[in-house]
């Protein structure tokens, strides 16, 4: 058992700063320092020393840098989406109405997988969410082909329809698409977990 093995970490932590009595008492020191599971830096500074402040705000600075990177890269893949859905969307739409079986199958399989495990698990609950995107771009076809008293397709092939027009519906797609699934995605998620609770609470109370 060393010379420092009964002392508490904190007294420790005050002998290092103090530097021991001899050279021999400062290895001591660090050496059981290290047992406990303390890291020291390049320079040889344990992480509650002063000298080793300059280094954590390095990795701070790097962790900032990491994270503006990484809303550079959300930015850019918004922009790019909504650069996409101005000139995609009747291909986007469109595809969603020649695969409305498939979406609706998807969107009550997510569903079903999603109420299941309680809405706990964030893999499911994306699919979920991804369900609820294709169903809402699906009836957004309809919700067109209200406005414009025509089917979808035959809107947006049709002579009369100009750029300006597809532009138009372009643009409400995207603010459409932005917010009504997450608002489904959020409704019915929250109405899974009032149900469960309500369910838990009724077999406790049996």
């Given at each position: 058992?060393?010379?420092?093995?009964?002392?508490?970490?904190?007294?420790?932590?005050?002998?290092?700063?103090?530097?021991?009595?001899?050279?021999?008492?400062?290895?001591?020191?660090?050496?059981?320092?290290?047992?406990?599971?303390?890291?020291?830096?390049?320079?040889?500074?344990?992480?509650?020393?002063?000298?080793?402040?300059?280094?954590?705000?390095?990795?701070?600075?790097?962790?900032?840098?990491?994270?503006?990177?990484?809303?550079?890269?959300?930015f850019?893949?918004?922009?790019a989406?909504?650069?996409?859905?101005?000139?995609?969307?009747?291909?986007?739409?469109?595809?969603?109405?020649?695969?409305?079986?498939?979406?609706?199958?998807?969107?009550?399989?997510?569903?079903?997988?999603?109420?299941?495990?309680?809405?706990?698990?964030?893999?499911?609950?994306?699919?979920?969410?991804?369900?609820c995107?294709?169903?809402?771009?699906?009836?957004?076809?309809?919700?067109?082909?209200?406005?414009?008293?025509?089917?979808?397709?035959?809107?947006?092939h049709?002579?009369?329809?100009?750029?300006?027009?597809?532009?138009?519906?372009?643009?409400?797609?995207i603010?459409?698409?932005?917010?009504?699934?997450?608002?489904?995605?959020?409704?019915?998620?929250?109405?899974?977990?009032?149900?469960?609770?309500?369910?838990?609470?009724?077999?406790?109370?049996?």
């Open positions: 058992m060393g010379k420092y093995s009964n002392k508490s970490d904190y007294e420790l932590e005050i002998l290092r700063e103090q530097g021991g009595d001899s050279v021999n008492d400062s290895l001591e020191i660090e050496i059981e320092l290290e047992n406990r599971g303390y890291e020291q830096d390049e320079n040889g500074y344990f992480e509650f020393e002063p000298e080793h402040k300059s280094k954590i705000n390095n990795v701070n600075g790097e962790e900032n840098e990491v994270s503006g990177n990484g809303s550079l890269f959300k850019v893949l918004w922009a989406f909504v650069v996409f859905c101005l000139f995609g969307t009747p291909v986007i739409v469109g595809y969603s109405i020649n695969y409305s079986v498939v979406i609706y199958i998807g969107f009550i399989l997510t569903f079903v997988f999603m109420y299941l495990t309680k809405a706990t698990l964030s893999t499911l609950n994306f699919l979920f969410y991804l369900g995107f294709a169903l809402m771009t699906r009836f957004y076809a309809d919700l067109v082909g209200y406005w414009e008293r025509t089917e979808y397709l035959t809107f947006v049709r002579d009369s329809t100009n750029n300006i027009d597809l532009i138009k519906y372009a643009v409400i797609y603010i459409y698409i932005a917010i009504v699934p997450s608002l489904l995605y959020k409704a019915i998620k929250m109405i899974t977990w009032a149900t469960h609770n309500k369910n838990k609470k009724s077999n406790l109370d049996a």
